[in-house]
């Protein structure tokens, strides 16, 4: 399956093909060709395409240009007369609603158990949610946790229970001392690791899962970290 790590290598092979476009001219005033490159050819991974057109289109609306692009059938054309919707940033309340459902530890620790990406996914959000982290030092500085402490060894602990306040926060000591003294990748400053309260039974659920996905197909990743 695919993790964070593999996306975070796609959208980085992206990145640099965008660089080399780029140049001296700003992304709205790609060519149709290049945007083929993109879009069209499978170079990059659909989910990674989406996001590309989003902000693609996000800067043509800024700048008050009147054309979008779209994927269809796994494929991109070039639409000119479509209008834009305005994007906006999340405004206080639509924070909170992220803050409050990233909690609800019934629904996302059964989608959680059934796939690695979904797990690591409950992870990054909660991660990003209370640390001001780049996304690369959370995709490659998470460590894995020692769930021996807890005595959970299989996803079927949860199908009968959820971790109790003790064991979560054994989970987010060990956490917090794996962390402990982390230079970020870009700037070289101390990584700071913060956790609210009230995220810690989500938090340490997610990692748990997370830890017990890693332990499953550790043959077949070639790194440690994770996610």
């Not at 989910?47 to 991109?76: H, M, P, W």
Request: charged residues 30%; glycine residues 4%.
């Amino acid at each position: 399956p695919r993790t964070l790590h593999d996306i975070f290598l796609n959208a980085k092979k992206l990145y640099e093909s965008l660089i080399g476009m780029l140049k001296n001219k700003e992304i709205y005033e790609l060519t149709e060709s290049e945007l083929g490159i993109i879009v069209e050819e499978d170079i990059y991974q659909k989910r990674l395409k989406k996001e590309f057109v989003n902000y693609y289109n996000f800067s043509l609306a800024k700048k008050g240009i009147i054309k979008e692009i779209t994927l269809k059938d796994d494929r991109s054309g070039v639409n000119k007369d479509k209008t834009k919707e305005e994007k906006e940033i999340y405004r206080p309340e639509i924070f909170q609603e992220y803050y409050t459902y990233v909690q609800n530890i019934e629904l996302h620790t059964k989608k959680a158990i059934k796939s690695r990406y979904y797990a690591n996914m409950w992870v990054f959000v909660i991660m990003h949610l209370t640390n001001i982290w780049r996304a690369n030092d959370i995709i490659y500085e998470m460590p894995s946790v020692d769930i021996e402490l807890i005595g959970v060894n299989s996803f079927d602990f949860f199908k009968g229970g959820r971790l109790s306040t003790p064991q979560a926060q054994i989970i987010v000591n060990d956490v917090y001392l794996k962390l402990e003294n982390l230079i970020a990748h870009k700037n070289k400053e101390l990584l700071r690791f913060y956790l609210d309260p009230e995220l810690l039974e989500c938090f340490a659920t997610s990692m748990v899962i997370s830890e017990l996905h890693r332990r499953k197909f550790a043959h077949t990743q070639n790194h440690k970290a994770l996610l």
